[in-house]
């Protein structure tokens, strides 16, 4: 939510400086997370009138123009063409600097001096592209700065608006939370609108079909409007908080919006048919063409408002093209309705159509004020076209909105947040808060809530308002008194952080990836397990699309990647979880522990062997690890059965006739699609089995008394016998 | 006779000053002091001698020898000594040359932070819990007070794995899976990774949480306070003033967003702070009673508090590093830095 200080001003009297005012709102759970001066770079510039414009003597595109702030005449040089004598612009004098870098200062250009620069509204920062210079309107003072003239001695908040506080959707919302703040007093809106004779049930008849949906819906009729340009200071305002001017009737539901957080709409009442507004549910399958031109598939659930024919706006979310005020509209029907926040949510989360609207309905607007909104666009339309207000306002109002009390214990108030508060202080809280105190005894208090408020239901809501409003800095700082507990950490922590820091101290470097990987690593790594695996339904792209069945993939492409920056040395391994589906589509989250290795064995260096590792590096890792955590009836056997492991340069791990892992060479097909030309071994361990697996237990045994004796044997075997 | 041994003694000291090889001198010895030696020889002839000449010369002889014999030796010593010294200095090697090392690999920085994390709570007497990453809408979203159609969901971007399941967003479910199966007291930190549909410098698909909990009769906003502020002098030091904004959690309430002093500019007001002097660290608040509503817990008994935080973000402060996705990068001379 954005606003700009002035604009604020008018519903609050509160006149601290800004970044005063930005601290205390972000203190009591407002977040400002940005303020901008509007003025920036805008000083030294005034507005001027042209007086004459010669021909620069020496360039075709350059032209002299002579102007004056009323005090002195300048000469300057300017390259812009849209200018004309008796125009008034924007001249920025020696010394400006504007937002674009640019600093002014006198330049001779082409062998003219130029006393400084006219300006467009690019080079101010006011428009990302501009045709020439800023033109301002001819009964602009002369000799003004421009800062005053477009209203930009200004500041713009933008609050990080947190979901529950719908109420301050609004600049009367974020008004009576400064009041609250800094005990300024609140403006009211003061506003006349004429009606005429000519009474509103003449011409529009009113039905809901679904009141749970549509809990009220009211309407104004306007005659004899003009579709003009806003009046500027609505215009500016809206631009200040980024949002493009329409024109004056689509810019004043846009400016009440934000004024009062009620959205309306305004349809050309010539395309009303039947002089009927019927709300009703959408048919599924229904389709229906909304003010941007897309074509929306409707389902039972929306909200569709309709005329004697056909649908004309999809309620909540967005008007429709067929009845949108258009540049010949004469005639204006003002919607303003409350609508609820669940359907609404539903309908614009399945369209991904969220518009200033829906984000107002889903929350939740006042239910107070949606009168109070159409009166007052009506007014501000009556004063910028001259139009007539038919008299009265058609209400069908199915669902009353019921006031809601809570009671709130003092002792409880206390109990939840440690504080000492008396009841006289809660009752002081409250009042700052606004809220209706309709009874109180020594032990509680109800309070009526405010009908803008529909995030305060319950007794803790009021208890947070009360440590919101005292401040949650004035809370006292204790420690919790709770038993001392006497507690392990479990096999798994303790099993990781044994492997972790040997590997580690090992040369091994820890990586963390991942836990979604691309498809076809599952078919490389996972064989025929592929059909277990679990996919994400929205994935941010390919390479994250499906949850990983190993952790092999990504450690490749981890050495990958390093190689390409020429280290190819590289020890590396993960702990980390994987992800199948069982026989009844049941998840099983498994922890692995995998590890890589290429390369040198020792460091590259002036005096050590450059030895490759192979297949017995890896292994000895896998035995440092089994009998650092003091596995003891481990057993190597046979090949692996993976089939991205080498064929004749693997085994499977065995823990107890169990198996845990496998180790090997890493298949040369598998690593030459990964474009590695090196050989790379790894291991691959359930994690959790390892965990699991029995420990040795310590048991001091007597040293021998006598030294050893070697005896050097030799055995002639077959070549196909292995050594164990 | 006595002339004669003190030239003998005289020429054996000069001939023994010029000599610096072991051999010469234990030739000299010989030359002197051994069998045909010419001491030995002047020895050798004392029978001839009258008694009186006898005792005389064999007195001043014995003399000679021994001290001939102690200036040999001490010559001796000296250049074997030499000699020792001379072969340490051959054996001379270039200090200067690097050492060989045995291979010292690095922890991961964020496992590194999330250890350290862990070892402040557990110093605090919390106890670790994990939870699944692959969790139920139930438990991420419904059972923390967040129901369907609420715009609170609109907080965290969902990665969906069917209708019913998700990535989890936060380790907030282990909450639950705790309350389920134990009572109160509740002392617990559940640190784990969790996924979010968002990815650019600040923001990774895949990050790393830590869950804290504390549930039992009295606990009061001021002990979350109490805890996180502990915690947070722990991490960045003493002196760190921390502040409590109020802020929105379904799933607490009072719901408030830690901010420490920027580390960085120690609350000047940097780029890294945005010139606020402040950083947000961490999210809390005391449990929403709507939660133990859930796990039939009695609200009117127990209260707790709960908070979450970022490991990366706070692996980020720590090093001063600008872009989370470097942590995935798993680049050697990225992660050898730590």
């Known amino acids: 939510m954005k606003f700009t200080y002035n604009w604020l001003k008018e519903y609050v009297d509160v006149d601290i400086p800004a970044d005063e005012l930005s601290e205390m709102l972000t203190m009591a759970g407002l977040e400002i997370e940005t303020l901008t001066y509007l003025g920036a770079g805008l000083d030294n510039i005034c507005s001027v009138k042209i007086l004459d414009i010669e021909k620069h003597p020496n360039a075709d595109k350059l032209s002299i123009c002579k102007v004056t702030d009323g005090e002195s005449e300048h000469e300057i040089v300017c390259g812009a063409k849209n200018m004309k004598g008796g125009d008034i612009v924007a001249l920025a004098k020696k010394g400006a600097n504007l937002p674009n870098g640019i600093k002014i200062k006198p330049t001779k250009i082409r062998g003219v001096v130029s006393n400084g620069m006219l300006c467009s509204e690019t080079e101010l920062g006011l428009a990302d592209e501009a045709g020439g210079i800023m033109i301002l309107a001819q009964d602009t003072t002369i000799g003004k700065p421009v800062i005053d003239i477009l209203g930009l001695d200004d500041y713009l908040f933008e609050i990080g608006l947190t979901p529950n506080r719908s109420d301050c959707l609004s600049l009367i919302g974020i008004a009576r939370e400064v009041a609250m703040l800094t005990g300024a007093k609140l403006k009211t809106i003061d506003f006349v609108a004429d009606e005429s004779s000519e009474s509103v049930s003449g011409a529009i008849d009113i039905s809901i079909q679904n009141a749970s949906a549509c809990n009220r819906y009211t309407a104004r009729v306007l005659r004899g409007v003009s579709i003009k340009e806003s009046d500027p200071i609505i215009k500016s305002r809206l631009n200040a908080i980024g949002v493009r001017s329409i024109n004056n009737i689509v810019d004043i539901t846009n400016y009440v919006m934000f004024v009062y957080g009620q959205p309306m709409h305004a349809f050309d009442y010539d395309k009303i048919m039947g002089k009927k507004i019927i709300v009703r549910n959408a048919s599924d399958g229904g389709k229906f063409t909304t003010l941007d031109e897309k074509e929306r598939e409707l389902t039972a659930g929306d909200i569709m408002i309709c005329d004697e024919k056909r649908a004309v706006a999809l309620g909540g979310v967005m008007g429709g093209m067929n009845s949108e005020v258009s540049d010949d509209t004469k005639d204006i029907l003002l919607e303003s309705a409350y609508f609820d926040p669940v359907t609404i949510r539903r309908t614009a989360k399945r369209l991904g159509l969220a518009s200033e609207s829906s984000h107002r309905f889903e929350r939740g607007v006042n239910p107070q004020t949606v009168t109070v909104a159409l009166d007052y666009a009506a007014s501000l339309m009556q004063k910028s076209t001259g139009c007539k207000i038919l008299s009265g306002i058609a209400d069908v109002w199915p669902v009353k909105y019921e006031s809601r009390d809570i009671k709130a214990r003092f002792a409880r108030i206390n109990k939840v947040l440690g504080t000492d508060l008396t009841n006289d202080d809660i009752l002081n809280l409250l009042g700052r808060l606004m809220f209706e105190v309709k009874q109180k005894s020594d032990e509680h208090v109800l309070v009526e809530i405010p009908q803008y408020r529909h995030d305060l239901v319950k007794e803790i809501d009021i208890i947070e308002e009360i440590a919101r409003t005292y401040g949650y800095n004035n809370i006292k700082v204790t420690m919790p008194k709770i038993p001392a507990v006497s507690e392990k950490r479990s096999e798994k922590e303790v099993t990781a952080a044994k492997v972790r820091s040997l590997l580690v101290n090992n040369g091994f470097y820890e990586v963390i990836n991942y836990s979604f990987c691309a498809h076809k690593d599952l078919e490389i790594f996972s064989g025929d397990l592929i059909d277990r695996r679990i996919g994400v339904l929205n994935p941010i792209n390919e390479e994250q699309s499906v949850m990983r069945m190993s952790l092999l993939p990504a450690l490749i492409e981890t050495v990958k990647k390093n190689m390409n920056h020429k280290n190819n040395d590289l020890k590396l391994f993960e702990i980390g979880r994987s992800f199948m589906k069982g026989d009844s589509g049941e998840i099983f989250e498994t922890n692995r522990f995998t590890g890589i290795i290429t390369g040198l064995c020792y460091e590259d260096n002036w005096s050590n062997a450059k030895k490759v590792v192979d297949f017995f590096d890896i292994k000895g890792i896998v035995e440092l690890i089994l009998e650092s955590i003091k596995v003891i009836r481990y057993s190597f056997k046979g090949g692996a059965s993976s089939k991205y492991l080498h064929p004749a340069v693997s085994t499977q791990i065995y823990i107890a006739g169990e198996k845990v892992g496998e180790i090997g060479e890493l298949h040369p097909d598998i690593l030459e699609g990964y474009g590695i030309d090196k050989k790379v071994y790894a291991f691959d361990f359930d994690f959790d089995r390892l965990c699991a697996s029995q420990k040795e237990r310590v048991v001091f045994r007597q040293l021998p008394k006598y030294p050893y004796v070697k005896r050097d044997i030799a055995i002639v075997v077959d070549k196909g016998i292995a050594c164990d | ?338």
């Open chain 2, 1 to 338: 006779m006595t002339d004669d041994l003190l030239q003998i003694k005289q020429k054996a000291l000069d001939e023994l000053k010029d000599l610096n090889k072991l051999d010469d001198i234990y030739n000299l010895k010989v030359k002197y002091l051994g069998k045909k030696g010419s001491l030995t020889f002047v020895l050798r002839n004392l029978g001839k001698m009258l008694p009186d000449k006898r005792r005389e010369v064999g007195m001043l002889c014995n003399k000679v020898k021994v001290e001939l014999a102690a200036a040999i030796e001490s010559a001796a010593d000296k250049v074997k000594l030499a000699e020792k010294n001379r072969k340490l200095l051959e054996e001379k090697v270039d200090t200067s040359l690097p050492g060989r090392r045995p291979a010292l690999g690095r922890l991961h920085p964020v496992n590194k932070v999330n250890e350290e994390i862990k070892d402040i709570f557990l110093r605090l007497g919390f106890v670790i819990q994990e939870g699944p990453e692959i969790e139920t809408d139930y438990y991420n979203f419904e059972a923390l007070n967040i129901p369907k159609d609420h715009p609170a969901r609109d907080m965290q971007d969902t990665f969906y794995i069917s209708k019913d399941h998700v990535l989890r967003t936060h380790t907030s479910p282990v909450q639950v899976l705790t309350f389920e199966k134990q009572s109160p007291p509740i002392k617990i930190i559940a640190p784990g990774r969790v996924s979010r549909c968002d990815s650019d410098v600040t923001h990774s698909p895949m990050f790393h949480q830590v869950e804290g909990f504390l549930v039992d009769t009295d606990v009061t906003f001021g002990d979350l306070k109490g805890i996180l502020i502990a915690f947070i002098h722990q991490m960045f030091g003493e002196k760190i003033a921390v502040r409590f904004r109020p802020s929105y959690f379904p799933f607490t309430e009072p719901s408030a967003e830690v901010d420490m002093q920027c580390v960085i500019c120690m609350g000047k007001g940097c780029r890294v702070c945005k010139k606020s002097g402040w950083l947000e660290i961490l999210g809390c608040g005391m449990i929403n009673p709507a939660v133990f509503e859930h796990v039939k817990y009695d609200t009117e008994k127990y209260t707790g508090f709960a908070f979450g935080m970022g490991v990366e973000r706070i692996a980020m402060l720590k090093y001063q590093i600008n872009d989370i996705r470097l942590f995935y990068d798993n680049d050697i001379r990225f992660l050898n830095q730590f």
